[in-house]
């Protein structure tokens, strides 16, 4: 779980280092480093993330991330195929564009979470 973890970590870093041209980098910055910093706890040091407070605060992390994945949602149709997040529809704006790609940025911070609390749950 080492490895995945690291991977983890390794892609949320690289995610939030993506952000210095958006238009509220903080905030993406940190909804991406939350996530990389649980995957890199956890990878190297397992035994302080399996804690009960660590694992209570990992919780509470992921339920304050799915309450952002809610307020981000995407109302756009077909949000999650590529050539919006790349390109964006000739039928959608500029705005539209951009609400895709935080909704699908707010699902990819809550799939890291969770992958990190169920990879080093207790045995």
Same mark, same amino acid.
């Given at each position: 779980?080492?490895?995945?973890?690291?991977?983890?970590? *390794? $892609?949320? +870093?690289?995610? !939030? &280092?993506?952000?210095?041209?958006?238009?509220?980098? #903080?905030?993406? @910055?940190?909804?991406?480093?939350?996530?990389?910093?649980?995957?890199?706890?956890?990878?190297?040091?397992?035994?302080?993330?399996?804690?009960?407070?660590?694992?209570? *605060? $990992?919780? +509470?992390?992921? !339920? &304050?991330?799915?309450?952002?994945?809610?307020?981000? #949602?995407?109302? @756009?149709?077909?949000?999650?195929?590529?050539?919006?997040?790349?390109?964006?529809?000739?039928?959608?704006?500029?705005?539209?564009?951009?609400?895709?790609?935080?909704?699908?940025?707010?699902?990819?911070?809550?799939?890291?979470?969770?992958?990190?609390?169920?990879?080093?749950?207790?045995?």
């Amino acid at each position: 779980m080492i490895i995945l973890n690291s991977l983890i970590c *390794l $892609l949320m +870093l690289m995610c !939030a &280092l993506l952000q210095y041209n958006d238009p509220d980098p #903080w905030l993406w @910055v940190s909804i991406y480093l939350v996530p990389g910093l649980w995957a890199g706890l956890a990878a190297a040091m397992p035994n302080l993330t399996r804690r009960k407070g660590a694992r209570r *605060l $990992l919780g +509470l992390c992921i !339920a &304050l991330t799915l309450v952002g994945v809610g307020f981000y #949602w995407p109302d @756009v149709p077909g949000f999650w195929k590529p050539a919006i997040w790349w390109h964006g529809d000739l039928a959608m704006t500029t705005s539209q564009v951009e609400l895709a790609r935080e909704g699908m940025g707010m699902i990819i911070a809550l799939v890291a979470l969770v992958i990190v609390y169920f990879s080093h749950s207790k045995r």
